[in-house]
């Protein structure tokens, strides 16, 4: 599995800023400068109109979500109760290449600002579901079992989060947050063809016809985030460092041809760059870009179960084996929309 690079230009960037913004007409949770302390606590920074937004967007998610399993497991077998496979044993790579719908409301008032996103997919990801296998236990590294199949998607994607500004200097400022972000990406697997590149002999080779593999994953993610934002007359924008060290990640694997199920429970760290802006073409109605990208990593367990079981609420089972999961996902967007 990769391992996450934490991004640390974010950081490197906004404390940069924050070191030049010891000057002139600096405003650090609400002290100014001498020279312009009077002009400023003659005004009411209550009255202030609050800045409301709602806007529609289109953009293109691309990217991937996979699991694997593999390497220790129990088993409710009492002659094999416990022991070690391939690490990996089993990968499967779904891809997230898909247009995306969404409706945003952000709203501003004094130092607070907060936001709410929901988004779902238009399209279905052209790329093929990748299945791989590797079985031997004297050659962990050998390949036994590939397939890709055509997949359909249903994905759901909400982010909402609140933020106060503590520092601002000349129309920029910094700001930190709270948020959270649930994803929902439901799979279909169907009409492929598998092979074995070892020449396994249990391995089965040829088509794959209908539905094979149901698959769906849900990640549950609080957030903290640290923005440096800019402002001018009719431009607006803000870069945000995202990172959470308390994703849930949860999914399931209905192997239809082999009536197989696997529910795996994991949980891990994410990190998110993020960057959008907006420009004012008249006084209500303006357009924006929004650009990021986001990488998360969960470690769990995989609990097995016959067909039969789950309808039985998941009551009995094989056992149980370590589990991955892994996302990274980029996305760009462009928006229009009214400010009240």
Not at 9 to 23: D, P, Q, S, T, Y
Not at 184 to 203: L, M, T
Not at 298 to 306: A, K
């Amino acid at each position: 599995m990769r391992k996450v690079t934490v991004v640390y230009l974010a950081f490197l960037l906004i404390f940069g800023l924050a070191g030049n913004a010891f000057a002139d007409d600096l405003d650090l949770f609400g002290n100014t400068d001498i020279k312009t302390s009077k002009q400023d606590n003659a005004k009411n920074p209550f009255a202030e109109r609050p800045d409301i937004r709602l806007s529609a967007g289109v953009g293109y998610l691309q990217g991937e979500t996979s699991y694997e399993i593999g390497g220790h497991y129990t088993s409710t077998n009492p002659e094999d109760p416990e022991g070690n496979l391939n690490n990996p044993l089993s990968e499967l790579d779904w891809p997230l290449n898909v247009i995306m719908g969404s409706v945003d409301l952000t709203a501003s008032y004094w130092r607070l600002s907060g936001a709410l996103s929901y988004k779902m997919n238009f399209s279905d990801p052209k790329q093929k579901m990748e299945d791989s296998d590797w079985l031997t236990p004297s050659a962990p590294g050998q390949l036994d079992a590939y397939s890709e199949t055509g997949v359909t998607l249903d994905a759901k994607i909400f982010d909402g989060n609140l933020n106060f500004a503590f520092l601002k200097y000349k129309g920029w400022g910094m700001q930190i947050g709270l948020g959270y972000l649930w994803q929902d990406f439901s799979f279909v697997a169907s009409d492929g063809y598998q092979w074995s590149p070892s020449d396994h002999p249990k391995v089965y080779t040829g088509p794959i016809n209908g539905r094979a593999i149901t698959y769906d994953v849900t990640y549950e993610i609080p957030y903290a985030q640290l923005l440096v934002d800019f402002n001018a007359k009719k431009f607006r924008g803000a870069l945000a460092y995202q990172y959470s060290p308390f994703v849930n990640a949860e999914d399931e694997d209905h192997h239809l041809l082999r009536s197989k199920v696997g529910k795996g429970y994991d949980s891990g760290y994410m990190n998110a760059v993020r960057f959008n802006c907006t420009y004012d073409f008249t006084k209500h109605f303006f357009g924006g870009i929004d650009l990021s990208w986001r990488q998360i990593e969960t470690t769990g367990y995989q609990r097995q179960h016959q067909d039969a079981c789950a309808e039985n609420g998941y009551q009995e089972w094989w056992g149980d084996i370590d589990n991955e999961i892994y996302s990274e996902q980029r996305e760009c967007k462009l928006s229009a929309g009214y400010k009240f």
